[in-house]
Every structure is written in C-alpha cells, then in structure tokens.
C-alpha cells in the first residue's frame, strides 16, 4: 500500500479544505495583543503548576468510573460568543467526565496557537471557536478544568500544556494517552488505530494537516474535530469497563503528566545557524575580520527574532539566515546596497534602520582598531547561562536576546585612557540589542 508523505497529504488538506489568506491576527485585536505578549516574555508564567496540592491529593471518585450509555453521533454545537460560551460551560458543570481535544497552527506565528477546541460529554459534542473570544476562554473554562469534581479526558499531554500557554488554562483530574495508559505493556499507538480496534470505525486523518485557520469550517472538517473527542470519551467509558480492578494506582501514571508546565522551545545556537551558511558558501571573503562578522551576524539575528515576536511571524519570513550572512560578511554602507542584498524587499524603514546602525557602529570600532574585540559563542542550550565578560566585573545577568543561547563574551584589553566609540556607548538608544562593553 502506497502512503503519502507529510507534504503530499498537506498539499491534499490545503486543496480540499483552503488556506488561510489573511493572518487572523490582522483581523481579531484580542488575538494579535494576547500573542504578542507571550512572544515577549522571557520564561513562561510559572515553572510549577499551580494547583500541585490539588493534583497530589488526586480522589477516585465512584462516578468516575462508573458506566455511562454514551448517545449516538449527532451534529456538534458551535461555541463562538460569549453566549454560547456560557451555555457551553452550563453544561460541562453537570457533566462527572469530559473529553478534550484541540486543534492547532504553527503557520505564520511566532509560536503555534489553537484555533480549535473540541469538548465532548457522553450527551453531547461542542467545538469552540476561540479565535474571536480569546481573552474571555479563561474565566470561562479555568473552573471547569480546575474542578476536582470533573475528570478530564485527553488524548495527547500536549494539548494540557497548549491550553496554558495560550489561556492560562491549567487541569487538574486528567486521564491522558488512553491507550498506553490502560495497555502498560504496548507501545503507542495512534487515535484513528485505538478507535477501529475497539469500535470498528475508521476515522480520517486528512484533517490533522488542514489549516485550522480557515472560517468557516468546512463540513468535513467539522466532523473530524467532533469526532475526535466524541469517541474519545467512548474510548474511556469502554476501557474502565475492561479493566478488571480501578484504583487510584491505576491513575498514577497519568497524574504524573498532568504535573507538566509548558516551556518555551529551544530554540537553534547562533552556530548552527553560522555553520550552515558556512558549508552552503565557498570562497567566501569577509569584510572585516571573522569574529567581527560573527558579532554582527549575532546582532542581526536577535533584531529579526525581536521584529518576528513583534508582528507573530516566524523569524525566515522577515528574512532569512542566507541574507543576513550576506549583511554580516559585506558591510552596506546605504540603504541602496542593503536593498539589493535583502530579500523580501518589504522591511520596514526602522529595521532596515537599526540594520545599518550596526553595521555603522562596528565599522566605527574596526576604524578605533580597538583590540581584541571578539565575540564568542557557546553552544549550550542551557537557558541559566549568563553572559560573561573577561575584566571585572566576571558577570552580568542575561539579556533577553539569547533566544539562540549564545552567551556572549566580549574581551577587551583597551587602555584606560581609550573611550569606546561614540556608535557602542549609545546602543541604549537600540533596546532590543543589549551588549556589554568594559574598558577598565
């Protein structure tokens, strides 16, 4: 049998079900502000889940496991207002079990975010629609997840740990990975192969590659997301009723994930990202010196990565890494040569701006020959690493920058009666590109 590759199947998703034309954080206000608050947050809110206590003292309740006739398929209810929010909630607070699933983007944003959220009872199925309402999701649904009165049943713990980072949504009694979880002894498996094992229905998976950023949704679309969560409950209901003996042991594996807190991603060394145009380019011939280059190629990366958090895009839609290997190893001296090395051409005339200020300013300090201006970089992914400086003082906190974890260790010996250059003593006029200099 013949299967597509991910980008056949993407390619499939995209002609059957759209694309999305217009980024929905040019449409929806609350959606662009949420998103660009946590692009510039350094850490995530919280290292410990807040409600740890809760999640410890974890009670296996009757209701819990006891069987539960689930109703048949019937069409979803559709939560896009606050209306429709509430009588959603209503519900849910009724409800002794609830299964959750989430859709999600990762195109055309800083970091992904979901655009779909699916919630099924064993009466009812419910998409909810958080684009438009993204800051009223919280106050609605937190108390539902918190509730120790209500079991919370997910596929996937990465869906617990996107519910935190773009709602603030943490959960407490949760039952996740269902098929390992109630199987110790078989590996993973996927969810369209545990529902044909055990209810015989295919289910298809065309829709985990759509665009979940197209409105309206299309029909088919529509009933893959419902039928995620409806036969996840399903699954649940069946699965306790196999298990010869519930305790609160057999639960154990899965409070232990629900204790997860959502971390940034590491993200690539500056390195990497210079060893690879490295190898791409031969005969390569440097304005100025190699470690010089490196500092400016540094520098241009962190202004993208500050441009990309700003607007919620991914930094190689700004410009790409070959570009600014370009900008850092030929200097510009105007905009003109820099608008024929750039490509897009649509830049904004700030960054384009701060781009030329760099490369002025340390063309200025090579014409100061201030010696042994360098700058290295450590590979270390570690995100408590700090930046050293060789003289006193040995250390000063890190910047928020470092998105690459490159520590930046810049050594002078410059005499006392040397002053830096007018260009490195005003980089406070240029927030986002933080760099120590000590000349004593």
């Given amino acids: 049998m013949f299967h597509k590759s991910f980008h056949q199947q993407k390619a499939l998703a995209l002609r059957k079900y759209g694309s999305c034309r217009v980024k929905p954080q040019l449409i929806f206000s609350d959606l662009a502000n949420e998103r660009r608050k946590l692009n510039k947050l350094d850490t995530f809110h919280t290292l410990v889940h807040p409600y740890f206590p809760q999640i410890e003292s974890f009670e296996l309740r009757d209701y819990f496991i006891k069987p539960v006739e689930c109703s048949p398929k019937s069409p979803p209810k559709i939560a896009r207002n606050g209306h429709e929010l509430r009588d959603l909630v209503c519900h849910l607070r009724k409800m002794d079990v609830i299964a959750v699933d989430l859709e999600f983007t990762d195109t055309e944003t800083y970091l992904a975010y979901t655009c779909l959220i699916q919630i099924s009872t064993p009466y009812e199925d419910f998409l909810l629609d958080p684009l438009a309402i993204y800051p009223i999701i919280h106050s609605y649904l937190n108390p539902i997840f918190i509730s120790e009165e209500i079991l919370k049943v997910f596929h996937s713990g990465s869906d617990l740990t996107a519910l935190q980072r773009d709602f603030g949504i943490f959960s407490c009694n949760v039952v996740e990975e269902l098929f390992h979880f109630f199987n110790p002894q078989s590996h993973s498996i996927a969810f369209d192969k545990m529902i044909y094992e055990l ?93 010089m280059t490196l500092q400016v190629f540094t520098l241009i990366l962190a202004l993208r990565k500050d441009l990309a958090k700003e607007t919620d895009c991914k930094p190689h839609e700004i410009m790409s890494d070959s570009n600014i290997f370009h900008l850092a190893t030929q200097w510009p001296k105007n905009e003109e040569t820099l608008s024929s090395i750039l490509q897009p051409k649509t830049l904004s005339k700030q960054f384009r701006g701060k781009i030329l200020h760099i490369l002025h300013s340390h063309e200025t300090a090579t014409q100061f020959k201030i010696p042994n201006l360098n700058l290295f970089l450590s590979d270390q992914s570690d995100s408590e690493d700090e930046i050293e400086i060789l003289g006193p003082p040995s250390k000063v906190p890190k910047t928020q920058e470092d998105d690459w974890s490159a520590s930046l260790v810049l050594a002078t010996e410059t005499p006392n009666n040397i ?17 120590t200099v000590n000349l004593s």
């Fill in 199 to 291: 209810f015989n229905v295919t289910l298809t998976n065309l829709g985990k590659y759509a665009d979940w950023r197209v409105r309206p949704f299309h029909p088919e679309l529509m009933n893959y997301a419902k039928n995620d969560s409806h036969y996840l409950i399903r699954a649940y209901y069946d699965l306790v009723k196999k298990i010869p003996q519930v305790t609160e042991h057999t639960f154990a594996k899965s409070i232990d994930q629900t204790f997860k807190v959502y971390k940034f991603p590491h993200n690539k060394p500056v390195t990497t990202y210079w060893h690879g145009q490295l190898s791409q380019i031969k005969d390569i011939k440097f304005a100025h010196s190699h470690d």
């Fill in 419 to 435: 002053k830096s250059p007018e260009p490195i003593r005003n980089r406070a006029e240029f927030p986002d590109i933080q760099i």
